[in-house]
């Protein structure tokens, strides 16, 4: 089987290969999907990281936290905060020859600002009152309230960057994705793969490679099969894109291998509004049933580190002095005696008024990392007396537990730099989003939004800082989440790639900083 695989792969490379002339610089890659229709505003099946590789924004994120000029070449805010006046650049074209210019800024926000609905989940768009060119290079954002992540926002993967106006269809449909980026989407084989081109209009400094073939490769142990054949040249990414074992595995074998800084929190959202985790004793007894390093050892083979709140001290505001949920397994009986969850003599899990302590679990069947983890957290509140029933679905069906409620505990994590925290925490006021369900049965849900808002819009560092204090520690007191790992990104390579590194947040793939190597 394991050649017929090889085979598979190997010729899809010779099939990609050039018929004459020069031989392109060409860096393989992989991704468990097609890239999908790449709609700047859109979100799935469009792949964030080939949103990244093919659109722009108008100001851009670095790994020190600051935003700098990017499309913009600069900008003025209103002492009021609610007027933002950007200078664009004026060498930028499109891949196809459009000139990048405040028309085309105007033409792309009113599309998104016309669809509100789908960008709930981000406050900028819902602040956006109006934009407006001022002259050919010159636009002016008007926003309802001042709001401080304005700019960190701007930078995000989508939904605030631009398309070609040619391109622009109704909202939520393109004609073709062209951007003003580094790359452009050259060839689509469904199932198969997706070809990115070098954009040689682009402004900015051109990538070294011509291009870019992302071949589509779900399984994780036949992706690492094909870096080991030759037939893709980088493993990359902060979702499994391979197991800790084997990335331990080809690290020892002499492959260029790194991890990343920590980038968000792998965390399990505990339903506050379906029995048994809508009792504070049970969540507080998960919390400090876990053996987060055993689960660490075990599984991430240090490739993360424990996380003991919901967001890292280095995010913003989050650095409060929460006293963590130690691992605790005497503590997490007691807690549950205590609420009249009981161990009868010779029995398994622990039981009142007749009723099992059931609690479901869903995590992604296919997602092997995932699904180890969830043995883990199995055994462990085994110990405990609490009967953890896994659910492993397909993706579709688990996004919809995190949609509709359907879960007691289901897998999440934040989104990092530069969501975090106030993107995160915003959309947890969104019915979609299953902090918004793991929060319902809280009783002051509704304050915590309401604080969410105010953090939101304040104008005051001191104001915005006792929000957030507030809010984290409601929700950190109340147990709503059982945070595991700080996540990282991983990169594997072969030895003909060069000038490796991580992008400067989990979306943003360095594809245009790589070198091929002799």
């Known amino acids: 089987m394991r050649g017929i695989l090889v085979g598979a792969l190997l010729g899809i490379a010779a099939a990609m290969a050039p018929v004459s002339g020069a031989v392109a610089e060409t860096l393989n890659f992989s991704w468990p999907s097609n890239v999908g229709p790449l709609d700047p505003h859109g979100y799935a099946p469009s792949q964030m990281f080939a949103q990244g590789m093919v659109y722009e924004s108008l100001v851009k994120y670095r790994p020190d936290g600051s935003v700098v000029p990017w499309l913009a070449a600069s900008w003025t805010a209103s002492e009021d905060g609610r007027t933002y006046v950007f200078k664009l650049r004026d060498d930028v074209t499109f891949a196809n020859g459009e000139r990048f210019d405040a028309a085309a800024v105007v033409a792309n926000l009113e599309t998104v600002m016309a669809n509100r609905r789908s960008h709930d989940w981000l406050e900028l768009i819902h602040q956006l009152r109006s934009v407006e060119a001022l002259d050919d290079f010159t636009v002016e954002l008007k926003l309802t309230d001042p709001y401080y992540p304005l700019l960190q926002e701007l930078a995000l993967v989508r939904p605030v960057r631009f398309l070609a106006p040619s391109q622009l269809a109704a909202p939520g449909d393109i004609k073709a994705p062209i951007g003003t980026g580094p790359w452009k989407l050259a060839e689509t084989r469904l199932g198969e793969y997706d070809v990115f081109e070098r954009n040689d209009r682009y402004w900015g400094e051109k990538p070294a490679?011509?291009?870019?073939?992302?071949?589509?490769?779900?399984?994780?142990?036949?992706?690492?099969?094909?870096?080991?054949?030759?037939?893709?040249?980088?493993?990359?990414?902060?979702?499994?894109?391979?197991?800790?074992?084997?990335?331990?595995?080809?690290?020892?074998?002499?492959?260029?291998?790194?991890?990343?800084?920590?980038?968000?929190?792998?965390?399990?959202?505990?339903?506050?509004?379906?029995?048994?985790?809508?009792?504070?004793?049970?969540?507080q007894a998960i919390n400090h049933a876990i053996n987060k390093d055993t689960l660490i050892a075990a599984i991430y083979r240090g490739t993360q580190t424990r996380a003991d709140t919901l967001f890292a001290p280095t995010v913003p505001y989050a650095d409060i002095g929460l006293k963590p949920y130690g691992y605790d397994a005497a503590l997490a009986a007691s807690l549950l005696d205590k609420a009249g969850w009981t161990l009868a003599p010779g029995a398994a899990f622990r039981a009142r008024d007749g009723q099992t302590l059931r609690v479901d679990l869903a995590y992604i069947g296919t997602d092997a990392v995932m699904k180890s983890v969830a043995e883990v957290l199995q055994a462990d509140l085994a110990k405990v007396g609490i009967e953890a029933n896994l659910l492993g679905e397909e993706a579709n069906s688990f996004y919809a537990r995190q949609t509709d409620g359907n879960f007691g505990m289901i897998f999440g994590s934040t989104w990092g730099a530069p969501y975090d925290p106030h993107a995160f925490v915003s959309a947890m006021r969104v019915p979609a989003h299953a902090d918004y369900q793991a929060q319902l049965g809280l009783p002051d849900k509704a304050e915590i939004d309401a604080e969410i808002g105010q953090a939101l819009t304040s104008t005051d560092a001191t104001r915005r800082q006792a929000l957030y204090t507030d809010i984290l520690t409601r929700l950190h007191e109340e147990a709503v989440y059982l945070p595991l790992t700080y996540s990282t990104a991983v990169l594997v390579a072969r030895g003909n790639v060069g000038n490796l590194t991580f992008g400067a947040t989990s979306f943003d793939y360095p594809f245009a900083d790589l070198k091929p190597k002799d």
């Open 209 to 283: 490679y011509d291009r870019v073939v992302v071949k589509v490769i779900a399984d994780s142990n036949t992706r690492a099969v094909a870096l080991e054949t030759g037939d893709i040249d980088l493993i990359y990414g902060d979702e499994g894109p391979i197991t800790p074992d084997t990335f331990a595995r080809l690290k020892a074998q002499g492959y260029q291998a790194g991890i990343s800084p920590p980038l968000g929190t792998q965390a399990i959202a505990l339903n506050t509004n379906k029995a048994p985790t809508s009792e504070l004793a049970v969540r």
